[in-house]
């Protein structure tokens, strides 16, 4: 499925009425009982080396905004970010990456030490989700394709990057 949608989007990139691709594409996820958005934003306008760069945005119910930059890499390196929470304390952990935040008090900063592994995902905190690459609709336009989205738990399989044990 992933094929065709790559295949299609390929070919509609071809035609002469298609609309050029974005080359930064953002996906959000608002944790409800605090109002705060969280963002993972992937700019693909760098013409060199890293392939893209991320960006980690937090916005509190207040408007107060908070941007951290994720670690660039290739595309070996632009893996999944899976989204972590217990309540008080949220991870944005990837392969490279591990950010710790508060969406209540606006802040976040690069994991001293990430959750410790456990038997399936992560000890002491939820799975609530990931950031990725999948197919679906493209509102407002209602188009199906491949994006950057954030995936809820009901959609997502946990990407915890555990060591092989």
Not at 43 to 55: C, E, I, M, N, Q
Not at 91 to 108: H, K
Not at 136 to 158: Q, V
């Amino acid at each position: 499925m992933i094929l065709l949608a790559v295949a299609g989007a390929l070919g509609a990139a071809g035609s002469s009425t298609a609309a050029p691709r974005p080359k930064v594409f953002s996906a959000s996820h608002q944790l409800g009982f605090s109002g705060a958005l969280v963002t993972v934003r992937e700019d693909y306008r760098a013409t060199k080396w890293p392939v893209s760069s991320r960006t980690f945005v937090l916005r509190g119910a207040s408007g107060k905004t908070l941007s951290l930059a994720l670690a660039n890499g290739g595309a070996g390196d632009l893996s999944t970010l899976s989204l972590y929470g217990n309540g008080d304390r949220f991870f944005l952990i990837g392969a490279i990456e591990c950010v710790e935040f508060d969406p209540v008090m606006i802040t976040a900063a690069r994991c001293r030490t990430r959750p410790p592994c456990a038997t399936f995902g992560r000890e002491g905190v939820s799975f609530l989700g990931r950031f990725d690459w999948a197919n679906g609709f493209d509102p407002p336009h209602g188009r199906f394709g491949l994006g950057w989205r954030f995936l809820p738990l009901e959609d997502a399989s946990e990407t915890s990057f555990c060591p092989d044990r």
